[in-house]
């Protein structure tokens, strides 16, 4: 027998929520596609100005059929599912577990993970650790669950062996924090383009990557720029039409045993251990001013 728990939350919705999604998140017994399986399933919708989340919660391997029979019918004319880390891991493993009972899940084609997201632009973001709570960290996105994610497998044990409601009510509040957070997260796809985009908005910064001891920025212009080729001490630009390329060449010191990349004039620190953006993007502003690009 399947438990159903729902939830509703007040939400403002933005332009990067639709309608039309379904936002999930699974919990599981283990990473065995062919024997573990999914003990809760949570899937949220957006609501006009409110997040309707509901949980299908199962206490034995014996309901997992029905659960997901269940879910089948929460994905009808679903157009976008949303994810974290879902493409890697929560699709392929409930649709593993549906074909051992001969079910074809209505997953929608329109799979946005919002793991792959956030890795593919780290760069500018600079997070740490990318994962679910560190991402909620960087939007100020609330979570009151003390629960990791590892804790969880244990804690279902116990439960199903005990029947404690207490871990019960702890095991779906983790996973209710997981699929009502998705929604909101959506939010950061406007931070990444602020981020990309300079105080001189003709610009977007497309990459930057390290090259002995330079670092190559690679600009996209929102309009034509006029063939440029400067190359002025520790700096070199080169650019024309839509595209527009700054290389800085950096200083070298050693600090606790880690090599570090500095700009010799102003000795800011623009790498140690990893490529400090904010700085990055502070000097090609000020080069596209002073050069008059």
Known sequence: MIDIINYEDTFKLS??????????????????????????????????????????????????????????????????????????????????????????????????????????????????????????????????????????????????????DYLKKSLLNHNYYDIKNLPPLMNVNAVIKNYNTLYDTRFIINDFYIVGNSIVTELISKRPIPKVCIFDGDISIQGNMNFLQIQFTLQKAMKDGIELLYFGDTKKVVKWERIYYTILRERIEETIKKYGI
Do not use: C
């Open 15 to 164: 332009i990067y929520n639709r309608a039309d999604d379904i936002y999930l998140d699974i919990e599981t017994t283990g990473l065995k596609r062919n024997s573990d399986y999914a003990w809760v399933i949570g899937a949220a919708f957006v609501r006009e100005n409110k997040i309707e989340s509901k949980q299908i919660f199962i206490k034995s391997k014996d309901d997992e059929k029905e659960s997901l029979l269940y879910l089948n019918e929460l994905l009808k004319n679903k157009q976008r599912i949303v994810t974290f880390n879902g493409n890697i891991f929560d699709i392929p493993f409930l649709n593993e577990r549906a074909n051992t009972y001969g079910i074809s899940l209505n997953f929608p084609q329109d799979k946005y993970d919002l793991y792959e997201l956030i890795r593919k632009h780290n760069k500018f973001l600079m997070i740490k650790r990318i994962n679910l709570k560190t991402a909620e960290k960087f939007m100020r996105i609330e979570r009151n669950d003390p629960l990791a994610g590892k804790e969880t497998l244990t804690l279902y044990k116990t439960y199903v062996e005990t029947g404690y």
